[in-house]
């Protein structure tokens, strides 16, 4: 096969696309990691350690179920000789319907809760990994040059601080909307028809999100070669960890996902628990918003300037810098929008930049092996951002257990011991200012345009 058309300028409309599908999946990431713990807690009133024990039996199902499905996908081809951009039209209504079912109160007792609620979050992953796809493989195929996959990702990083953003604001006033959050500032049992009714909402968000992307866009890079002979799961992971890049943005990528899990996880509890006002935690991810809508734009000009690896290190840097305040005076209201603003450059920067670098890690994976991998690189990463959540919520369930969190106090509205209160700001300050650390180390060794030219260099010298 040949590149047909694969450097032709990707227009305005196609990048709306990946804009508006980025938005749509971001809020309701923003959705299910604001309220799924409440969800387990505070209506199922599943008990803190067991609603952890299940994200983390669900992250093992991940690491069985998106490898297969990777590997699957990688040796299916529609018509058109496209292997990405299809999977938008089949997984819209799973993964919307999936989403409903993540919030169906089906009322029985905890011990059938814990085992529906897990037959559901499998069935859920298995769609949320096909969504993968092309969410993260699309980026790559829709050009091969690199002026256009920054251009695209920082559309789809646009997309994404709009998506959190909108949830952030949007999705209590969603919550109120269907009758929730009456008389109450934080979730509990009573808003249960609220929060489902919520996810149906949810659910049209998705199906609107994937099918916008799929009509806009298309999938121009094509493998270099005629080799179409399928790949099994250990000679395709061979090929993936032969490239150095992609072990390491994998990494970045597993850092990256941990940080912002974090601030969506702990901003609710924060604001709750530790400002006595959940209302808050809107204005401080609205200065998280604005600040990577900013940075969404100019990061492509940052990267030009700086280079790859000096912006890299440039955004983990400033993610550090800006939870120094935090740490030292977490109950200053002034230090959480500090906090918010200096994590939104980072994390935006990053997110530009890691998809970036993967759209040129699926280029030194054909170079080195003749194949284009476009879909495992894709699920592998999805992978990563998975297991980063998973961590988070067994990390978060579990630290709040060991502190003495009560969910019959949060049922009444009532404020958690201090031990509590630390440990909530532990998880949105002392705990993402390490992950940052090893964000950093992790960036200073990717070199994906060093690697690309030393494949193509040993390729041509064969």
Known sequence: MKKDNAKKGVGLLEKLGFMSFSTSTNIVFNFKSTYYKYFLTSILLIDPVAASNMALIGTIWDIVNDPLIGVWANNVKFKGNEKVRPWLLYVAVPYALGMVLLFTDFHVNERWDIILGLVVFFLYEIANTFRGIPYNGMGALASSDDGDRKSINAFRSLGACLGSGIGAVAVP?????????????????????????SAIFMGVIIVFGCLFHYYTTKERVKQTSDDEEKLGIVETYRMLFKCKSWVRNMLYIMSYGVSTCLLTSSITYYCAYVLNNSSLSTPIMAAYLVTSIIFSIITPRIDTLLGRKKTMALAAILQIVGKIP?????????????????????LTMTFILFNTNRNAISDIVEVQNGRRLDTMVSTGDNLASKIAEAAVDKLFLVALAAAGFSAKLA??????????????????????????????????????????????AQKEGK
């Open 411 to 456: 049922d009444e509205g009532l404020l958690q011991n201090q031990a509590t209160q630390n440990t909530i700001n532990a998880l949105l300050g002392i705990i993402p200012a390490l992950v940052a650390v090893s964000m950093l180390i992790f960036a200073l060794g990717i070199d994906t345009e060093k690697e690309y030219k030393e494949a193509l």
């Open 173 to 197: 006033l969603i919550v109120k909307m269907f009758g929730g959050l009456k008389d109450h500032k934080v979730i509990n049992s009573s808003d249960s028809a609220a929060i489902l009714k």
């Open 326 to 346: 935090f740490i030292l005076a977490p109950k200053n209201a002034v230090n959480a929008y500090i906090n918010a603003v200096f994590t939104g450059m980072g």
